[in-house]
């Protein structure tokens, strides 16, 4: 069976779940071979984690200059692996550094590359979901081994038992590769909310919020359920909130297993991000908000009154 490289994404020691959903994914393509870059000593954590969700192989390229360097080395290294591997895809989380690694590694290689999919099929083809979910296009690369990036959350990461073989890759980088260095790194400010895209429950404000300051209210019902927060457009455009916080088709694509919307009209681009929630909860004044076509529990009602309620109620349970 041939293989199919999945770039991996880690941070902290572990694998990403992104990164656990592509090797499920991959399964329906072929044998899942891991592909990690990184410092020495990266892929020695990540191993177990790894063959748990069914690597085939981990191919090891490691080096203390690739983390001194943006997309560029990453590309270089995945294109090398390709022409040694003569995999039948390439797939990497939709991530903004992803998609110019995978953009790059298509152009050496000589193939294609299909961006932000939801699915990819045993025949090669993606899927991409377009127009805030109104339509769903299927793309197949026509030529070479086609590089695919899919949205995070696409497919549910299940484990299967993999050998996890070590191959390793040398490292040498081309002076193009090396051209742009990354000069400094600064973690964000982190909370103890779990982060959007991995989160099981996730509880987002927009427009009807009002204020910077009101999304404390947001920040309430969040805490009482060890939610993460997340926004609408209209929330992270008005800057009461960072524009990483934003669902949606131009945002983040989440699937958590409960989704909270409070003052959220429930717009086709909005929704986009959020549908496949498994089930979805809303708070909105006006009745015939296009959210409430969508919800599980609606609350009709002003959220300033209701989501307190919410958050004293659960904090006692
Ligand atoms: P509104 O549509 O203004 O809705 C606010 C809601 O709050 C209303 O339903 C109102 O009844 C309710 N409300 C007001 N006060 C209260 C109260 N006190 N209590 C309870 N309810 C109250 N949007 C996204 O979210 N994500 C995207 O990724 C995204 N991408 C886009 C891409 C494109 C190309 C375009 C054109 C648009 C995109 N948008 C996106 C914008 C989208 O079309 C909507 O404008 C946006 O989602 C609206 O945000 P909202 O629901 O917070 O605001």
Same mark, same amino acid.
């Given at each position: 069976?041939?293989?199919?490289?999945?770039?991996?994404?880690?941070?902290?020691?572990?694998?990403?779940?992104?990164?656990?959903?592509?090797?499920?994914?991959?399964?329906?393509?072929?044998? +899942?071979?891991?592909?990690?870059?990184g410092?020495?000593?990266?892929?020695?954590?990540?191993?177990?984690?790894?063959?748990?969700?069914?690597?085939?192989?981990?191919?090891?390229?490691e080096?203390?200059?690739?983390?001194?360097?943006?997309?560029?080395?990453?590309?270089?290294?995945?294109?090398?692996?390709?022409?040694?591997?003569?995999?039948?895809?390439?797939?990497?989380?939709?991530?903004?550094?992803?998609?110019?690694?995978?953009?790059?590694?298509?152009?050496?290689?000589?193939?294609?590359?299909?961006?932000?999919a939801?699915?990819v099929?045993?025949?090669?083809?993606?899927?991409?979901s377009i127009?805030?979910?109104?339509?769903?296009v299927?793309?197949?690369?026509?030529?070479?081994?086609?590089?695919v990036?899919?949205?995070?959350?696409?497919?549910?990461?299940?484990?299967?038992?993999?050998?996890?073989?070590?191959?390793?890759?040398?490292?040498s980088?081309?002076?193009?590769?090396?051209?742009?260095k990354?000069?400094?790194?600064?973690?964000?400010?982190?909370?103890?909310? +779990?982060?959007l895209?991995?989160?099981?429950?996730?509880?987002?404000?927009g427009r009807?919020?009002?204020?910077?300051?009101?999304?404390?209210?947001v920040?309430?019902?969040a805490?009482?359920?060890?939610?993460?927060? #997340?926004?609408?457009?209209?929330?992270?455009?008005?800057?009461?909130? +960072?524009?990483?916080?934003?669902?949606?088709?131009? #945002?983040?694509?989440?699937? +958590?297993?409960l989704?909270?919307?409070?003052?959220?009209?429930?717009?086709?681009?909005?929704?986009?991000?959020?549908q496949?929630?498994k089930?979805?909860?809303?708070?909105?004044?006006?009745?015939?908000?296009?959210?409430?076509?969508?919800?599980?529990?609606?609350?009709?009602?002003?959220?300033?009154?209701?989501?307190?309620?919410?958050?004293?109620?659960?904090?006692?349970?």
């Amino acid at each position: 069976m041939a293989e199919v490289l999945v770039l991996i994404d880690s941070v902290n020691g572990n694998v990403k779940k992104s990164s656990l959903e592509l090797l499920t994914a991959a399964r329906a393509l072929g044998e +899942p071979a891991a592909v990690v870059i990184g410092a020495p000593g990266t892929a020695a954590a990540l191993k177990d984690k790894l063959a748990e969700y069914g690597a085939a192989k981990v191919y090891v390229a490691e080096s203390d200059e690739v983390d001194g360097y943006l997309v560029a080395p990453k590309a270089e290294i995945l294109a090398a692996v390709a022409g040694q591997a003569s995999p039948a895809a390439i797939l990497v989380a939709s991530t903004p550094e992803n998609k110019e690694v995978a953009a790059r590694t298509a152009f050496k290689i000589d193939s294609g590359f299909i961006a932000d999919a939801v699915d990819v099929s045993a025949d090669g083809s993606a899927t991409q979901s377009i127009f805030g979910g109104a339509v769903s296009v299927s793309s197949k690369v026509t030529h070479g081994i086609p590089v695919v990036s899919l949205r995070a959350n696409s497919v549910a990461a299940e484990p299967a038992p993999g050998a996890a073989e070590e191959v390793s890759v040398p490292v040498s980088l081309s002076d193009g590769a090396k051209a742009a260095k990354v000069v400094d790194r600064v973690a964000e400010a982190k909370g103890s909310r +779990p982060s959007l895209q991995d989160a099981s429950v996730i509880v987002s404000g927009g427009r009807g919020v009002g204020s910077a300051d009101n999304f404390s209210v947001v920040e309430s019902v969040a805490d009482s359920l060890g939610a993460a927060i #997340g926004a609408s457009r209209a929330a992270t455009d008005a800057g009461w909130v +960072p524009h990483q916080m934003q669902v949606g088709q131009t #945002g983040v694509t989440v699937s +958590p297993q409960l989704y909270v919307a409070l003052g959220i009209s429930g717009a086709i681009q909005h929704r986009a991000g959020m549908q496949t929630s498994k089930t979805i909860v809303a708070v909105n004044k006006d009745a015939e908000a296009p959210m409430f076509e969508l919800v599980d529990f609606g609350v009709v009602g002003d959220l300033f009154k209701v989501a307190p309620q919410l958050a004293e109620e659960i904090s006692k349970r």
